[in-house]
């Protein structure tokens, strides 16, 4: 079996953002990176259903900057077999040109599975992974929060509103995938030391024109400040006056 | 001509979903700036055609129908052929969906069959020129984007609740189309859809969510949250991750960076100090009432308004004012 796995560097996010000069991005200074939340659920889910077959591949691919390298790294040191770096500085907000890009790399490269993480966690688009999947002719689901392969053969389930339904699909085939399927393992010592020694190739990423950009960045509106009513149920009153009078939602 | 738009009436079991009409009220707003028409296309088992007046009071001028057995459930490929198929049919500036959980699998796959990159998740869009310009959130809601789309047509998905369904009659003219290529084909197949609580509000659609965090110190206790969600009428009710990682309540009532991200005229946190995973999930709801023991709690700073003091206490209270206040 021989998986890839498309991963993206992205920011911690539990931090205060600022708008960089340009007023096109976040301000990077200080910021900690890391593997963005799915796609270290997706890694962890490869590396399981390799583990468990006893034999097979995990290919990481990451585009965007040198740094990428370290998010590769860190997912060769979680056991992923080698990796692929697409170099794009910056990362384009185009999920086409991403996609082709990396459809480029995955043609012919004799994947039974590729898995993307449902989105990233920054840029929020989720799209990347089924527009690979279009690129490359595959079946596809988005958003898998179980997933299962046997016999050249996938199941996976997808949480709806209020409801779930069962998928099925031959490989190969992309996955993208949800916060439930695995969560992710911290890389060992040992891991940490056999990756610095996993090959990782860097090539320059073939992302075409790019037709989607993001014009500005902004901090949403301040929520007004709020009130503390008072305490306890003395308060309730007015709360419902509020609600009715001020608010209009009751 | 390439000034119509199309929009994706989402339905589910035979009937339409709330998004199918906040498709085609955007899709309205862009039409009558491109000066085109709107036109709907609803997919359904046999009978979904008798959905499609509701569509032309929606303001949609062609309600195109697709019937196929197959499509009693979503069927993403045939689907994903059959949009991207009318939209050059029939001339299409703009193509718009709804980011639920069915249009984050089917809006990428029609934009990638047409070759365009995906406007996703926008909670605002107009048309600007040769372009299409949409607001969306990032870095978990901390940051909104602008982004700017230079593809023809303009695939987009509007995050679900940022388009509030407007009535715009028109008496729309319906058509029935056969399916591109044989649906019964598709390599991915739906092979159950397990239904929820079907009498329940989902998270996604009440105007009201009530939601519980670990404030309430025990499982048993979360009935307080539900008397006050059925005070309301017209509410559902919601949980931090805590407290479904607790088995309180399922993961599906999870609201947060990493579960559902909603928006409801009025939300009612109870317990819930305000962990910035959970704000990530409910930062955008119009008012904010917080209930919590502790005033430092960060949940204070996003509430419009606050009681501190005992849930336990509080709540019953505010069930009982709710139920004088509805007249009930």
Redesign the interface.
């Known amino acids: 079996m021989k998986i890839a796995v498309c991963i993206k560097r992205v920011?911690e996010?539990?931090v205060?953002?600022k708008?960089a000069p340009s007023g096109k991005g976040?301000d990077e200074t200080g910021l900690k990176w890391d593997i963005s939340?799915f796609d270290g659920y997706a890694v962890e889910a490869a590396l399981q259903m390799t583990e468990k077959l006893g034999s097979g591949e995990v290919v990481v691919l990451s585009l965007g900057p040198d740094a990428a390298q370290e998010t590769l790294r860190k997912a060769l040191s979680m056991g992923a077999t080698r990796a692929v770096h697409l170099k794009a500085d910056p990362i384009p907000?185009?999920?086409?040109?991403i996609?082709r890009a990396l459809a480029g790399e995955l043609q012919g490269g004799g994947y039974d599975l590729i898995l993307f993480g449902?989105m990233s966690?920054?840029?929020?688009?989720?799209?990347?992974?089924?527009?690979?999947?279009?690129?490359l002719n595959l079946?596809?689901?988005?958003?898998a929060s179980k997933l299962e392969v046997a016999n050249g053969k996938g199941?996976a389930r997808?949480?709806?509103?209020?409801?779930?339904?069962?998928?099925?699909?031959?490989l190969p085939?992309v996955v993208s995938i949800d916060?439930?399927v695995a969560r992710p393992r911290y890389p060992s010592l040992k891991g940490i030391m056999a990756a610095k020694k996993k090959p990782l190739e860097v090539k320059p990423a073939q992302l075409g024109d790019v037709?989607?950009?993001?014009?500005?960045?902004?901090?949403?509106p301040e929520?007004?400040p709020?009130?503390?009513?008072?305490?306890?149920?003395a308060?309730?009153?007015e709360?419902?006056r509020?609600?009715?009078t001020e608010?209009k939602?009751? | 001509m390439a000034n119509n738009v199309l929009a994706f009436a989402e339905s589910?079991g035979g009937d339409l979903r709330k998004v199918a009409y906040e498709a085609v009220t955007v899709a309205r707003a862009l039409a009558d700036a491109a000066g085109g028409e709107v036109h709907a296309v609803i997919a359904g088992a046999a009978g979904v055609a008798a959905k499609a007046d509701a569509l032309g009071r929606f303001g949609a001028d062609v309600v195109t129908v697709v019937e196929h057995p197959t499509f009693a459930?979503?069927n993403?490929?045939a689907l994903?052929a059959f949009l991207a198929d009318r939209a050059k049919a029939a001339g299409c500036r703009a193509v718009a969906l709804v980011?639920?959980?069915?249009g984050?699998?089917l809006?990428?796959?029609v934009?990638?069959?047409l070759?365009?990159?995906?406007?996703?998740?926008l909670t605002t869009v107009r048309l600007d020129g040769d372009n299409v310009?949409g607001t969306?959130?990032?870095?978990?809601?901390?940051?909104?984007?602008?982004?700017?789309?230079?593809?023809n047509p303009a695939v987009v998905s509007m995050r679900p609740g940022a388009v509030t369904p407007a009535e715009n009659q028109r008496s729309a003219r319906v058509e029935t189309a056969a399916p591109v290529g044989d649906p019964a084909s598709s390599?991915?197949?739906?092979?159950?859809?397990?239904?929820?609580?079907?009498a329940?509000l989902?998270?996604?659609?009440a105007?009201?969510i009530v939601s519980g965090g670990r404030g309430l110190k025990a499982a048993e206790n979360f009935k307080l949250v539900e008397d006050l969600a059925a005070a309301?009428g017209n509410a559902a009710v919601g949980a931090t991750r805590a407290v479904t990682d607790d088995g309180w309540r399922p993961?599906?009532d999870q609201i947060g960076?990493?579960g559902r991200q909603v928006s409801p005229?009025?939300y009612v946190a109870v317990g819930i100090s305000g962990a910035?995973q959970h704000l990530?999930g409910m930062?955008?709801s119009?008012?904010?009432?917080?209930i919590n023991k502790d005033?430092e709690a960060p949940i204070?700073?996003?509430?419009?308004?606050?009681?501190?003091?005992?849930v336990l206490?509080?709540v019953p209270?505010?069930t009982a004012?709710?139920k004088a206040?509805?007249g009930h």
């Open positions: 920011p996010m539990d205060r953002f708008i976040v939340d907000f185009d999920n086409f040109a996609a449902k966690i920054d840029s929020s688009n989720g799209a990347v992974g089924p527009i690979t999947a279009e690129l079946p596809c689901v988005a958003a199941t997808r949480e709806l509103e209020g409801a779930a339904e069962l998928l099925e699909f031959p085939a916060e439930g037709r989607m950009t993001v014009s500005t960045m902004a901090l949403p929520r007004p709020g009130r503390i009513l008072g305490e306890g149920v308060a309730v009153p709360l419902v509020l609600l009715q608010a939602v009751l | 589910r459930d979503y993403p490929e994903a980011a639920s959980a069915q984050k699998d809006a990428p796959r934009a990638g069959k070759g365009v990159p995906l406007a996703a998740d310009m969306h959130p990032v870095n978990t809601g901390k940051v909104i984007a602008t982004v700017t789309l230079a593809a390599r991915v197949k739906v092979t159950q859809t397990i239904a929820g609580n079907t329940k989902d998270l996604g659609d105007p009201v309301f993961h599906s960076q990493t005229n009025l910035i990530a930062r955008t119009k008012t904010i009432v917080a005033p204070f700073k996003v509430a419009d308004y606050g009681i501190v003091g005992d206490e509080i209270a505010l004012a709710v206040a509805k």
